[in-house]
């Protein structure tokens, strides 16, 4: 069994706090590697209500040997479908910036834009130096923060279509 914890820095939900020293944490605990659960963790999204997803992703591509470098354990890059927290607030109020889940939106997560991430992905695991060769995706079926990889009647199986072309075979 291999043990993969979920680590993110920006504090978006009410009550987080930062742990100061992960590293002292996730060994003793038992785990074999790191990973993000989602984008927005990792990266503020400056504009409101849309935020670029191209923006955000390019970011993240360029942080995952900045988060490689930060935890001890071997760490696992993360490609996000999207983000969109809008379903989780009360529909009859003004949608304005102030904290989750009335945060910006990922604006243009298209599956061409995804399938980005994911040959980014797919280059950064397959370097030698890095090991387990594991990616992580953001989410299968997150229908409230906008971030699923289940069919839809936009996109169909795109999204998975992506996820097939850019790993078949490995």
């Known amino acids: 069994m291999h043990l993969n914890a979920v680590a993110w820095g920006v504090q978006i939900l009410p009550g ?39 923006r955000v992703r390019d970011a993240s591509i360029d942080d995952w040997q900045k988060l490689s470098d930060k935890f001890d354990l071997p760490y696992a890059p993360n490609v996000t479908m999207g983000w969109d927290s809008s379903p989780r607030t009360i529909q009859t109020d003004v949608y304005e910036n ?11 997560n298209t ?8 040959e980014a992905g797919k280059a950064f695991v397959l370097r030698p130096d890095v090991s387990p060769k594991v990616v992580t995706l953001n989410a299968w079926n997150e229908w409230t923060e906008g971030s699923y990889l289940e069919p839809d009647t936009v996109n169909g199986t795109a999204y998975l279509e992506a996820i097939r072309d850019v790993f078949e075979g490995n």
């Open 98 to 108: 102030v904290g989750y889940p009335y945060t910006a939106i990922l604006d243009g």
């Open 111 to 118: 599956p061409a834009e995804f399938k980005k991430a994911l």
């Open 16 to 54: 987080e706090k930062t742990i100061k020293s992960p590293n002292e944490l996730l060994a003793p605990l038992g785990f074999d590697s790191v990973t993000s659960y989602v984008w927005v963790h990792h990266q503020p999204l400056n504009n409101f209500p849309r935020t670029s997803y191209t």
